[in-house]
């Protein structure tokens, strides 16, 4: 699906699942712990050294279960919606977002402007950007975070056109020398109407 689409589609996730997974379940923090030390163990790094057992046994299995929390409906935030006339395309700028890649697990980092036309009711701003980091928040690749962002939106808050645009940095191509200054900015749509005011308002 091209940015150019517009419609409604099913939130999508690009990486394949294990038959175990599941979205209301923490992730399995004894097999993170394992994965670790072996880990750990071929790349020369004694997994058993004071200054790395405890934060290897505790703190990366915590750490991995936030960065991909946008797996888990438990964890989605709640969006509150307030009543409202006004119709006119509203846009929340610079959300910071933290996300990593489903080939390498190195991280991305970018902001995301989203872009929606209510539908007799607003946004709460909090709420949106919450909303907008816990869907980065899984493995996923660099065109996916504005597909998943675009499809959820909509889906969750019923609005007649949402647009995200997301502008990311990525680790992968900076940390190994291949692309240190480029960035990628993909946008999605998706609308249930045409027409209203083309009129655009920052919040």
Known sequence: MSSEDVGIGEATVA???????????????????RSVRLLSESIGVCPDSQE?????????????????????EFQKP???????ENDELLMK??????????????????????????????????????YVRWQSRRPTIQEQPTQDIANGLTEEVEDDAV???????????AMCGTEPQTQTRPTARRQRRSGGSSRMHSI
Request: net charge neutral; hydrophobic share 30%.
């Open 52 to 72: 790395l057992v405890v934060p290897w046994e505790h703190r990366v299995p915590e750490r991995f279960e936030t960065i991909t929390e946008g797996d888990r």
């Open 93 to 130: 700028t610079g959300i910071a977002i933290y996300g990593h890649f489903e080939h390498h697990l190195l991280p991305y980092h970018g902001s995301a402007n989203v872009s929606y036309r209510p539908n007799a009711e607003v946004t709460g701003l909090s709420k949106l950007v919450r």
């Open 15 to 33: 990486y394949r699942r294990t038959p175990d997974s599941v979205d209301d379940q923490p992730i399995a923090s004894a097999k993170v712990r």
């Open 163 to 173: 647009i995200p645009e997301v502008t990311a940095s990525h680790h992968c191509e």
């Open 78 to 84: 709640k969006v509150r919606r307030f009543e409202s």
